[in-house]
């Protein structure tokens, strides 16, 4: 019988989080520009930074294979979604999306979530789960003011937030 489960991940999940990460990632080679790509990934030391900085990260499994990650930070007035990755052996199988589901869940303020603008799956999955993009000429204030990422992920990037945080928030879609 399988056995699946959504967890928060534990001291002891470090290297696998770290694997699910780097395998999920791999679909960013070629589509995000090349100087914002390198393997790994993500390093130990970006890994333990993000810890760090008060991201929880929540776990999929099915049975003991850890298939996805995904991470969820309150920051200010906000919970942002953090380093969702799914292993490419589970990918189309529902993991994020349960992963998301049980976040969305969690979450008691307005959610946020930032990603590659060239990443067009991920883009249209949070659209599937009632996100929108928000306008180009509020995504750098937003990112700088919610996240700490480089300049060159700011200029790269989307921001995709609830509907109705955008409509309480006085940003445009």
Known sequence: MLTLMIRESTDKDFDEILA????????YRDVIPPDCYHEPYMSKQDLRSALREGISF???????LMGGIMGIQNVDDVTLIRHAYVRTSQQRHGVGSKLLSHLLRLADRPVLVGTWRA???AI??????GFEMLSQDHTPEILQ???SISERQIETSVVLAQRSWLKASGYEA
Do not use: L, S
Request: glycine fraction near 8%; avoid cysteine; charge should be neutral.
């Open 58 to 64: 929540w776990v999929k499994e099915n049975d003991g």
């Open 145 to 147: 003011r919610y996240w």
């Open 119 to 121: 990443a067009d799956w």
């Open 20 to 27: 699910v990460i780097n395998d999920g990632a791999t679909a």
């Open 124 to 129: 249209q999955f949070y659209r599937r789960h």
